[in-house]
């Protein structure tokens, strides 16, 4: 850990990161940080100013016109060289990933390499989108001749706010700051409470990597003191958000500068009679169970055939049995969900459940923060939990008579960000996937976020805006127009 000594306070807090030094709050005062297993305080991280917030984001704005001015090869340079130093430091920033979100230990370490395989994709992507620029003629319209042209390229947009969720608090901070950054922007990451100091760790990485100070800043703190300054200032040019329904409050106060959103999903997964069931009980697991279902793209719903209902249920069931539960240490398939206030949510979703008639394929069971996996079926659309999104180790089953009425329940939704179909007839699948208002449909897999390239979106209330380093190098970018005109007509023959 000597590496990451800078980050440290005497106080035993974690530092925040302010033209490339870091420092310890003004406020003298910090925010806990508590192991979602332990229940115990795990680190503290400091409680930023909103002067401080400014200050951040005012060296951020005069950073980034130098920045803009670097050439694209250098800026890729810089993140490649960001790549491999967050390569070589993936166990700690992975052991603080265990430690205050309760992930998985290979999980961790899985979030920190797939983010650094991002970090570098950005930065090859950026010089392919980036270098090239458009050239438009005028004379495809009546009444205009060949006396000017257009020369049109990509420009960075300024000030980027980046704010990461707690499940994947590196992988998608590096998902936002990375496009941000090749394209010529600055960034200022507000890391979530449970995750900060994973995502100050990645910080450090940058700072060994000798981006220009003031170009990247890290304030934490609670968002409820700070995250209205930052969403509404100013200077910032750009919203990046992963979370929940907090983003909806922040495209209301926006104003006119782009956004990008994703916010959640209820993600059916509709099994057909001619499934291969062992295919999506498989992928039902992986799915619905990974990191404690705590992903927005898990599976969330089950819309099964009735034919086929029972078989599925039992390849679920007896799947679900050799799932581990326990310590994140440990590699556990099932660890504790995030907070008690979540792991309540949950219990209160299945308790409603089976108050109305549900049936529980697993003796129900919490301890503390720990919930071991449970699959409820015989769902109706008068419980809770075949609409809202539990964000825990707990999956709906609902028995449809018809195709149809899953992809309703789809689209009934409030929440559409992925879906999945399991059949082998193909034609009906892209027929279906089509019907199904969802940002994305994965057929004959489970849902899923990556590889980092692939568009990603939600619609209605999942989100605004398309991810995928692709897209988001797009969106941080604003189309400039350079026409120049001449005084007479082209030369032509004659």
Sequence with gaps: ???????????????????????????????????????????????????????CVDQAKAAQKLWAKVPLWKRAEYLHSFAKILRTNKDPIAKCLTNEVGKCLKDAIVEVERSADLVSYAAEEGIRILSVGRFCMPDCFPGNGRNKFCLASKIPLGVVLAIPPFNYPVNLAVSKISPALVAG?????????????????????????????????AVTGKGSEIGDLLTTHPKVNCISFTGGDTGIAICKRAGMIPIQMELGGKDVCLVLEDADLELAATHIIKGGFSYSGQRCTAVKCICVMEKVADALVKKIVDKMAKLTVGFPDANCDITPV???????????????????GARFHQEWKREGNLIWPLLIDNVTTNMRIAWEEPFGPIIPIIRIKTPQEGIDHCNASKLALQGC????????????????????????????????HFPFQGLRESGIGSQGITNTINLMTKTKSTVINFQKETYTMG
């Design 421 to 452: 179909i399991f059949t082998k007839n193909i034609d009906n699948a892209i027929l279906m996937s089509d019907a199904m208002e969802s940002g994305t449909i994965q057929i004959n897999a489970a849902p899923a976020r990556g590889p980092d």
């Design 1 to 55: 850990m000597a590496f990451f000594k800078d980050i440290f306070a005497p106080n035993g807090a974690f530092k925040f990161y302010i033209a490339g030094q870091w420092k310890e709050s003004d406020s003298g005062s910090t925010v806990d940080i508590i192991n979602p297993f332990t229940l115990q305080k795990q680190y503290k991280i400091q409680a930023c100013t909103p002067e401080e917030v400014n200050k």
């Design 338 to 356: 995030i907070s008690t206030v979540s792991a309540e949510f949950i219990e209160g979703l299945a308790m409603d459940a089976r108050e109305k």
């Design 185 to 217: 922007n600055s960034v200022v990451l507000k890391p979530p409470t449970q995750g900060a100091v994973s995502c100050l760790h990645m910080m450090h990485c940058m700072h060994a990597a000798g981006f220009p100070k003031g170009l990247l800043c």
